[in-house]
């Protein structure tokens, strides 16, 4: 299956589309049974999504987006509303908080993962004045992290969108 490269999404009309594929992709079964429609209507979003420092990538086949990704440009760790505060990490600033990756379960066999970290990556590079990336993962993302050279840094407890579930993620970051 050949897909195209990440575009940058200008149209921030098509957030909601994205909402609903982050949906759809986290309440697979075999992912996270406490994210579906049920608990987020409108899809799932946060405050970083329409900040004005978001960044979202997305591939599309069709005029249909079939998987995204988000880069915010932060200067305040605590805007992340994760406690990344206890972890070992730079106090320079600003940084990126590189999250919510979203392929369609129809093209996970794609390389939609790779080309939207590379392309999350190419902009950190391209930017010096981003100090470092962080993130938190699932334990299938850590060995991709780790071959674009995110360091692990510790663990922190995550909890849904939904509130009524929580667990460990662990914590990677990048010092560009």
Not at 94 to 123: C, E, G, I, T
């Amino acid at each position: 299956m050949i897909i195209s490269y990440p575009s940058i999404l200008t149209d921030k009309s098509r957030l909601d589309e994205v909402y609903e594929l982050r949906v759809k992709v986290y309440g697979q079964p075999s992912i996270d049974a406490h994210v579906h429609k049920q608990y987020l209507p409108g899809g799932w979003k946060d405050s970083l999504d329409e900040c004005e420092t978001a960044i979202h990538w997305i591939i599309e086949d069709n005029d249909q987006i079939i998987a995204s990704a988000r880069l915010v440009i932060l200067s305040n760790i605590e805007d992340t509303h994760e406690e990344f505060q206890k972890l070992p990490i730079p106090d320079e600033r600003p940084f990126a908080y590189w999250s919510r990756l979203a392929v369609d379960p129809n093209y996970r066999m794609s390389d939609a993962v790779q080309k939207l970290d590379k392309a999350r990556m190419h902009y950190i590079l391209e930017h010096p004045e981003i100090k470092f990336a962080i993130c938190c993962v699932t334990p299938e993302r850590e060995s991709a992290l780790l071959k674009l050279n995110f360091e692990h840094i510790g663990d922190i407890e995550y909890t849904h969108p939904n509130g009524n579930h929580s667990l460990n993620q662990p914590v990677f970051i990048y010092i560009a």
